[in-house]
């Protein structure tokens, strides 16, 4: 069995009793950087054995990793924080899992966008996961085609681009555009802001901004 595990955003205590029994009784755990999530395990008091599995060497060992899953090896994969396959490694080892009919199960649990989209106050019935942009080629035809959306569209953004980012938003949305901007999420200085983008620009220029980011903006109109 491969289980897929999200660890916290940031309070340690959002983890489930489910993810802590699964990660004691794997015979593997595969993180993404096992420094970070070696911190988690040490607090928990989790001895199982870790190994490196992040976007560096995944297409190199998933199919060796599948093939100790199918010889009835219980791995846990968990990512940094949230939940693995979420902009996250772990899309090619499910892929590999499904195809050889290996039991796959993913636990509910914290991921980033969820908790920023429902507290921005815009509209979540129907919405748009972009995750992160591209940093150069083809962001603009991406950015083009989000400005175009009648519905609420969401990004992953890093703290060194926000303001650029959202710069960029308003060129494409136009200074009306609602939008939302959440970081440090579970965190003691989580903050949650939504106004416009002109504002948010404005917020955000005037600080040194630090935690990873969630935009959600309005749809068009």
């Not at 595990?5 to 205590?13: A, K, Q, R, S």
């Not at 899309?91 to 429902?118: E, N, W």
């Not at 992953?156 to 555009?177: A, I, M, N, T, W």
Request: some cysteine.
């Amino acid at each position: 069995m491969l289980y897929i595990l999200p660890t916290p955003i940031g309070n340690l205590e959002d983890i489930t009793l489910r993810t802590l029994r699964i990660l004691k009784e794997a015979d593997l755990i595969l993180a993404e950087d096992t420094r970070t999530s070696g911190k988690l395990l040490k607090h928990y008091e989790v001895a199982t054995p870790m190994r490196s599995y992040h976007a560096h060497n995944e297409h190199n060992i998933v199919e060796q990793i599948a093939d100790h899953l199918d010889a009835g090896q219980s791995i846990a994969l968990i990512s940094d924080a949230g939940t693995p396959g979420i902009s996250d490694p772990g899309f090619l080892l499910v892929r590999a899992c499904v195809q050889r009919q290996i039991p796959v199960t993913c636990l509910p649990g914290a991921t980033a966008f969820v908790p920023a989209l429902v507290v921005s106050g815009i509209p979540c019935d129907k919405f748009f996961f972009e995750g992160f942009l591209p940093h150069k080629k083809g962001r603009q035809t991406r950015l083009l085609f989000l400005a175009e959306l009648p519905y609420t569209f969401v990004l992953y953004e890093s703290p060194y681009r926000l303001v650029k980012c959202l710069e960029q938003l308003q060129k494409h949305c136009g200074e009306d555009r609602v939008a939302a901007v959440s970081r440090e999420i579970s965190k003691v200085f989580e903050e949650n802001i939504t106004d416009t983008l002109p504002n948010l620009i404005k917020h955000f220029s005037a600080k040194k901004v630090k935690g990873e980011i969630v935009i959600v903006v309005a749809g068009k109109g």
